[in-house]
């Protein structure tokens, strides 16, 4: 079992910053790939990023790519998105998930956290 703690979402104005911490409960962190999505009012959960075990590999979905950047330390059972240019497309409850591969899609995730709300003002 591994339990998911989003952190660190909150009210940014557009253009601006927000770094997102994932907590892992465990002892078997570095045994699994962990993603990001995000699901807005009204829409599907959608992809954000993806990492593997070791950190050496990282995707991230077309629309993010040059501002987001999912890294992880596993000594600190932690997963982070920094999020830089924030424009109010990327509203949304932020997630983290982790599974055995790194994907863009939902159902290869095992486990999920509770959300983070990530809200971005014009």
């Known amino acids: 079992q591994v339990q998911l703690v989003e952190s660190g979402g909150g009210l940014v104005q557009a253009g601006g910053f927000l770094r997102l911490s994932c907590a892992a409960s465990?002892?078997?962190?570095?045994?699994?790939?962990m993603g990001w999505f995000r699901q807005a009012p009204g829409k599907e959960r959608e992809f954000v990023a993806a990492?593997?075990?070791?950190?050496?590999?990282?995707y991230n979905t077309d629309s993010v790519k040059g501002r987001f950047t999912i890294s992880r330390d596993n000594a600190k059972n932690t997963v982070y998105l920094e999020m830089n240019s924030l424009n109010p497309e990327d509203t949304a409850v932020y997630y983290c998930?982790?599974?055995?591969?790194?994907?863009?899609?939902?159902?290869?995730?095992?486990?999920w956290g509770q959300g983070t709300q990530v809200t971005v003002s014009s």
């Open positions: 465990g002892r078997t962190f570095d045994r699994y790939a």
């Open positions: 998930a982790a599974g055995l591969l790194a994907s863009a899609r939902p159902g290869t995730y095992s486990y």
């Open positions: 990492i593997n075990w070791s950190g050496g590999r990282t």
